[in-house]
């Protein structure tokens, strides 16, 4: 259909009939072509912005371009490069961030660039990938997000059962990205660079039954992933965080509440916290721009309204701005987050403090306190400390950041 269309374009020369009646609209993911009606398609001039409102559309993405890459990374580098903070929780995190690392980097700037220029200038092959990119993307995210609301709903209701290990994580987490692929399937077979005018193309999918706007596969598809990227997680996270909120705040606790149990408890409560920040922020962010293809369905004269295009534009940037928010929430809500942003932020990395007298003393005796354990091992019945065995902490307890190289753990012996 696709090669149909382009073929009859170059050879005749003029614009698709279906395209100089109406403007082009894409689906959920795509941007649309929305322009004012234009009697001559080859003159774009009634089109462009003006110059003042270019650069301040431009600035506007360019923040949060730049701001998603740089939080997501930082993110990314948090979770992999410190042992202590590969938990189960952060495991989604780290897949959320490179999910809308991926977003930011190459999806929104190219769609940002279409939108503004009402054109496609990136070639036939990135458009299939640009479209498969933006689905699989946002699907990932979303799912992540889920997955990980139902992952601390386990722990929390359930606190007795078998807790997730790393394998079930996993392959969870390996279902997710092959769901977002099934999903995006529909890009792949039937995204296309069209010609519409002279020397003007636009990437959108062409359905069989006809064009976005029109085909009703295409809506019916919308719909679909509306549902399940949407409405769907949207529920079931609702769902399990008043449960997991009824539990903390109203349930009694039984029994003695040592400082250990409170300290858990308070750490629960700042997790559930956070997944209802998300959830709303995720909400509000892709509310307006679903709610603005399904409205152009049912009534395709929006398109031609006076200032569609910067409305939008609006709807886009306050879409492709939950890419940003997440590293901000885990910023104010984390105490650990907070410590490494900061570190990186400040660029303490390129001073690094020299070690005070405390730490020195307390090197020193480290130190020898090896010597006396290889002297013990060496020769057990010469020399025989009483040591004690210091408390194992747990990781994801403590309310200290672990280390950049995080230590080993030292195999003390047992006094006699």
Known sequence: MASFLESRNDSEGDPLPDFQERNVTGSWHEESV???????????????????????????FISIISVAIIGNLIVLWI?????????IPNTF??????????????????NYIFMRDNRWDFGAAHCTINNFLAIVTVSASVLNLTAMSIDRYKAIVWPLKARSTKYCVGSSILVMWVSSFILALPAIIFSSKVLISK??????MVWPDGMP??????HIYNICFLALTYLLPILVIGVCSTHMSLILWWRPVVGVITPQIERARRKKMKVVKMLVVLTVIFGLSWLPYHLYFLCLYYNPSLSNMTGIQHIFLAFYWL???????NPLVYYYMNSTFRHYYTYILTFRFLHPQR?????????????SFHMTTKIVKTNPNEFQPHAVVPAKQ???????????????????PLSR
């Open 34 to 60: 929305m322009s004012e009606p234009n009697p001559n398609p080859d003159d774009l001039s009634g089109m462009t912005m003006e110059l003042w409102v270019r650069i301040l559309w431009d600035m506007m």
């Open 79 to 87: 979770i992999i490069a410190h042992r202590c903070m590969r938990t």
């Open 93 to 110: 995190i780290a897949n959320m961030s490179l999910s809308d690392l991926l977003m930011a980097t190459f999806n929104c700037i190219f």
């Open 199 to 204: 020397n003007r193309y636009v990437c959108v």
């Open 213 to 218: 706007g029109d085909s009703y596969q295409d």
């Open 319 to 325: 879409a492709m701005s939950h890419a940003i928010v």
């Open 355 to 367: 070690p005070s007298a405390t730490t020195g003393l307390l090197l020193a005796s480290t130190m």
């Open 394 to 412: 747990d990781a994801s307890t403590s309310t200290r950041p672990c280390s950049y190289k995080s230590r080993r753990s030292q195999k003390l």
